[in-house]
């Protein structure tokens, strides 16, 4: 007892093996405890070290461009959507007519045979109506852009007329409309149906007489 009285007096001098003993177990604290205060100081300034501030600063601004190139991409999507739908229903109200219009040219095609089947018995007043008629029809197609097809006595195109007959003649080089059955019509620059037409053609001597090599 006097011993152990003696060890914590203030002139002990602990010897190696307990001096030895004191560390291992200091050491032993710092593996298994919480790592205590050195532990924790070491780690915070790796965490320093790890995260440099102009790479952050970089990270940032490449993050900031990425969501802009995103938004201005979107923008552009957008922007080609509206234009295109724009597009389609301009498209839809410049042509949406072309049934009617194709169904009211019927009932023009009946003025224009009723008008070739005038006899000098029929009475004027009639007639002077049906031309009236006519005109009326002619001035409500323009105003719906669609225009009539200018055939006759004109050279053959087939994106404009369509031949039902054809006759050779001579003194011409190259087919030309001499009757129209049926007039042909335009429609927003587009075709809304051709001419049906008579189409005269270069006799055929002189075709021969035209591919015939010169003496």
């Avoid at 790796?46 to 995260?51: L, S, T």
């Avoid at 389609?88 to 009946?110: A, G, P, S």
């Amino acid at each position: 007892m006097a011993m152990d009285d003696e060890k914590e007096g203030v002139g002990y001098v602990p010897d190696e093996d307990e001096v030895d003993a004191d560390e291992a177990k200091a050491g032993e604290k710092g593996l298994h405890g919480d790592g205590g205060p050195k532990k924790k100081s070491v780690a915070k300034r790796a965490h320093h070290r790890a995260v440099d501030p102009e790479d952050a600063l970089k990270a940032v601004i490449a993050e900031r461009e990425e969501f802009k190139d995103k938004y201005l991409r979107g923008l552009a999507e957008m922007d080609n959507f509206r234009k295109r739908m724009k597009k389609e229903r301009e498209d839809f109200q410049k042509y949406v007519l072309t049934e009617f219009l194709l169904d009211l040219l019927q009932i023009y095609d009946n003025l224009e045979r009723a008008l070739k089947a005038k006899t000098s018995e029929l009475d004027k007043g009639i007639v002077s109506g049906v031309e009236m008629i006519r005109k009326q029809f002619l001035d409500l197609l323009k105003k719906n852009q669609v225009l009539e097809i200018d055939a006759l006595g004109r050279h053959f195109d087939p994106a404009l007329h369509e031949a039902l007959s054809k006759e050779e003649r001579e003194g011409i080089s190259k087919p030309v409309v001499v009757e129209v059955y049926q007039k042909g019509f335009i429609y927003n620059d587009k075709l809304l149906r051709p001419a049906l037409t008579k189409v005269a053609v270069p006799a055929a001597k002189a075709q021969a007489a035209d591919a015939a090599p010169n003496p």
